[in-house]
């Protein structure tokens, strides 16, 4: 069932190079049939193991971001396949497989059910995918090493294993699971590495989600190479469990899951919206857009998944869902217009990043009349803290869950990741494993900074979810060329102009913003159910996972 065929394989240049010789002392020994016919069978063998050792299946790209001159090691593994690890134990294979065949199971036949309900969105002219941000100098550096192993430590299947778990569990299911997932609070998701992962994911295939926008459909819409949809984020110090849909929409069940902001948490919703809609039957689940608001809903569960369209989270001029791309941005101090339509939510997704990085200040509209010209990452402290307060005054901690997402970076310049030849990130397939430098793709670092330490100051908790450094390294995701201009697909001849059209800042789907909202299941359904008792359900492979019964 899992042919070796389903992975990638890259022959490294020493197979042909190996070949020659053996074939010259082939020939000088020709005059015996049977010394030829051995040859044969050992050049045979030769190149299957070559093929089976050269394979460069797992890169891990450990990440960290350098705060305060930490150094961060970061690691290039070249690795065998994830499956041969597996075969040394085939219980653990038929474990595997038994949940592949409950995947296929649960998933829906590919229909195109409730597609009046879908209205297909006039997406916003994405102005803010054209601009590139202009650098800023105040990013934290990173130095980076780069050691090759042989293999990959042996937590690397942890998360997959953590998942048969919970599969496990949901065979038996008469009735809902309260599943907690066993991800400590305090291990550190985001330092970690990327690892190729082709048995895993995609964690949906890109036509199964009817709910996707053409804005991200990459492969539909023309692109070739589909590795990016199958890299797995390995945390160092913990696993982070594959998103299970029905452990999730447990938790969402008579509950809202909102995310606010710009274009990138839209991007992020999506994904979000994908991964649950797979454990939804036909017809129980449908999309409306409403003006900034953007709603899914699995009607079994009561449960909702929305999108608020509110790109400087205050009110300002780009408010306006459709119409957005103005040419002069003006933010404001208010941001209860928008709050309001937050109030009671239980699961709330922040974030704010693109549309400051236009121009180095910001207009700022006090009172009716009065405009100021803030520098950025002063403004940007100033809104956080107006949000930071409507957080305080609005949110109850007992009911609902905060989360921030970090920045979301750009690939705008190939050069930033020495690829002189490459058009922006147009010509991208592979995330960045040259680890020999540090990073620099032009991140505002000084926005982060202001996130974090707003967030740290909060007296409510916020968790803040840091994607900015290990989406860095995904220069492979971006929709490119293949996505929509003006709410049409780029046409052959702008395809063929990715200088001018590419866009280095959404991310295809299935894709990147796929492995975000696995931190916020991780984080989400982490959490002990209220009013219960946990007992440890059982624990296996060095994995506990506890769960609680009705
Ligand atoms: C459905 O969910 C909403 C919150 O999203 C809640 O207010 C309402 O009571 C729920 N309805 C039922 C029938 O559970
Ligand atoms: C759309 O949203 C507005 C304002 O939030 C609300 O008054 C209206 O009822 C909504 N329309 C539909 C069809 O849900």
Request: hydrophobic share 35%; proline share 6%; net charge positive.
């Amino acid at each position: 069932m899992r042919s070796p065929g389903r992975r990638t394989v890259v022959l490294s240049s020493r197979t042909p190079a190996m070949k020659r010789p053996l074939l010259s002392s082939a020939r000088k020994h020709g005059r015996n049939p049977v010394s030829v016919f051995l040859f044969f069978v050992l050049i045979l063998v030769v190149l299957m193991y070559s093929e089976d050792f050269n394979s460069i299946a797992d890169y891990s790209l450990r990440n960290s971001r350098a705060k305060s001159q930490e150094l961060a090691h970061q690691e290039l593994a070249i690795a065998k396949p994830r499956h041969e690890g597996l075969i040394l134990d085939s219980t653990k294979v038929a474990e595997e497989e038994a949940e592949e065949e409950e995947r296929k199971e649960a998933r829906p036949v590919l229909q195109r059910e409730g597609s009046d309900a879908i209205a297909r969105e006039q997406p916003p002219t994405d102005e803010e995918g054209r601009q590139e941000p202009e650098r800023e100098g105040a990013r934290a550096s990173v130095t980076v090493n780069v050691t090759q192993v042989a293999r990959l430590p042996s937590a690397r299947n942890q998360g997959h294993e953590q998942q048969s778990v919970i599969s496990d569990q949901h065979k038996s299911e008469a009735k809902p699971q309260r599943v907690v997932l066993n991800v400590p609070e305090t291990c550190d998701l985001f330092e970690g590495r990327w690892v190729y992962d082709d048995v895993s994911y995609p964690l949906y295939k890109e036509h199964e989600c009817q709910f996707l926008t053409e804005q991200v459909t990459c492969m539909r819409n023309g692109r070739r190479d589909d590795n990016y949809q199958k890299w797995r984020w390995q945390p160092r110090d913990c696993s982070l469990p594959r998103f299970d849909a029905r452990v999730l929409l447990e938790r969402l069940r008579g509950k809202r899951l909102m995310f606010v902001g710009d274009s990138l948490n839209r991007n992020q919703w999506e994904s979000m919206v994908c991964l649950v809609q797979s454990g939804i039957p036909w017809g129980k689940k449908t999309l409306t857009k409403n003006g900034s608001l953007n709603v899914f809903r699995a009607e079994d569960y009561n449960a909702t998944v929305e999108f608020y369209w509110a790109p400087f989270l205050v009110e300002s001029n780009a408010d306006d869902p459709r119409i957005h791309s103005v040419p002069n941005r003006v933010i404001t101090n208010s941001i209860a217009k928008h709050g309001k339509h937050w109030k009671g939510v239980d699961y709330l997704i922040f974030n704010t990043y693109i549309w400051w990085m236009n121009t180095p200040k910001m207009t700022v509209l006090r009172g009716s009349t009065k405009y100021s010209r803030i520098e950025r990452a002063a403004a940007y402290r100033r809104v956080l803290r107006i949000w930071a307060r409507w957080v305080h005054r609005n949110v109850n901690p007992k009911k609902t869950m905060v989360f921030f997402m970090s920045l979301s970076p750009n690939h705008m310049r190939s050069e930033d990741w020495d690829n002189p030849e490459g058009i922006k990130c147009a010509l991208e397939t592979m995330p960045v494993t040259d680890m020999s430098r540090p990073l620099e793709v032009g991140t505002d670092w000084r926005l982060f900074a202001v996130e974090e330490s707003v967030i740290q100051s909060m007296r409510l908790p916020v968790s803040f979810i840091k994607i900015t450094a290990l989406s860095e390294f995904r220069k492979d995701a971006h929709t490119s060329v293949h996505t929509l201009r003006q709410g049409k697909l780029l046409t052959a001849e702008q395809q063929a102009d990715p200088a001018t059209f590419a866009d280095c800042i959404h991310w295809c789907l299935p894709g990147l913003p796929d492995t975000w909202n696995e931190f916020l299941y991780a984080r989400i359904a982490s959490r002990p159910w209220p009013n219960q008792h946990t007992h440890t359900h059982r624990s296996h492979t060095n994995l506990s996972v506890s769960h609680l019964v009705h």
